[in-house]
């Protein structure tokens, strides 16, 4: 009798042993049930993001060759640069690097002065997007007509560019750190202020630009024309003339710099020795005027 109570007790552990183990099996197939259906939702919704992107890509592609269309037409010119401001907001700056480049192409191209304007102001809002990407492109200005457009402020560090035309542009305040410039235009151009460290802009057109207040250590100015250019208080500590065409006026502006604003220019011999004589004639007057004080 006694065998048989433990054997009963036995079979009673072993029953509830198989229940728990019943149970874990039910909870743990839920668990793997829900989270199936969790990575299914997942999948399904990462799923219509991809074709909602591949939609609007889409859909971007189809606009962008009716406006690319429309540039390259002889009548509808105007009417693809008004479309191509649709594109140029915040939403569309993974496609900007196509528009910039589709911008800077126009703008070498001969327009209407209408159509060129609105390109110009296509391009500056392009710019500011590209600008603000973290992965931004290098701006190649080469061979573009951009005279009087107004860049001021803008950060174009390291930009580049050959036989493009600025004249009368606006860079006041411009970041052009290590630029590298060729045959450019920048006739009358307003640099006031504006970072030109370690720039290079070669055989140029530079008569009459200003750069007061400008920083401009280490620039090249090799074999450009400067004539009737203004340097007040810019610091050119160690900057470059070889070749360089300057007129009195624009020398004057530089020998009259405070000496720390000068320090180590490298001139060509003459205009050296017209330096030279400039500080001599300054401080003769300044010594005559103390004299007559």
Avoid: W
Wanted: hydrophobic content about 40%; aromatic content about 8%.
């Amino acid at each position: 009798m006694k065998k048989l109570e433990l054997e009963i007790q036995e079979l009673k552990k072993k029953n509830d042993n198989y229940s728990h183990l019943a149970s874990d099996i039910s909870t743990y197939t839920s668990g793997i049930t829900t989270f199936v259906a969790v990575i299914g939702l997942i999948f399904t919704a990462l799923k219509q993001i991809t074709d909602r992107r591949v939609e609007q890509q889409r859909g971007f592609d189809e606009k962008f060759s009716k406006i690319v269309e429309f540039l390259d037409s002889e009548n509808h010119t105007d009417a693809g640069a008004v479309l191509l401001m649709n594109f140029l907001k915040p939403e569309y700056k993974d496609m900007n690097s196509q528009i910039i480049i589709l911008l800077l192409s126009h703008l070498r191209k001969d327009h209407t002065e209408d159509v060129r304007r609105l390109l110009i102001i296509g391009f500056l809002k392009s710019l500011k997007i590209e600008l603000s990407n973290k992965n931004k492109s290098l701006i190649d200005f080469s061979r573009t007509h951009l005279a009087g457009i107004d860049l001021s402020g803008f950060n174009l560090f390291r930009a580049v560019g050959v036989d493009f035309d600025m004249e009368k542009a606006n860079l006041t305040g411009a970041k052009l750190e290590e630029v590298r410039f060729q045959n450019v235009n920048l006739r009358k151009a307003t640099l006031h202020n504006a970072c030109l460290v370690s720039a290079k802009i070669k055989n140029s057109k530079l008569e009459g630009a200003r750069f007061q207040g400008a920083s401009l250590q280490g620039i090249h100015f090799e074999n450009s024309k400067l004539e009737g250019a203004q340097f007040q208080g810019a610091n050119l500590c160690d900057a470059y003339f070889y070749g360089a065409s300057l007129d009195i006026a624009a020398i004057n502006t530089i020998a009259r710099n405070v000496e720390k604003l000068r320090k180590n220019i490298h001139f060509d011999k003459e205009i050296e020795e017209k330096i030279t004589q400039l500080k001599k004639e300054a401080e003769t007057r300044g010594n005559r005027d103390t004299r007559n004080d």
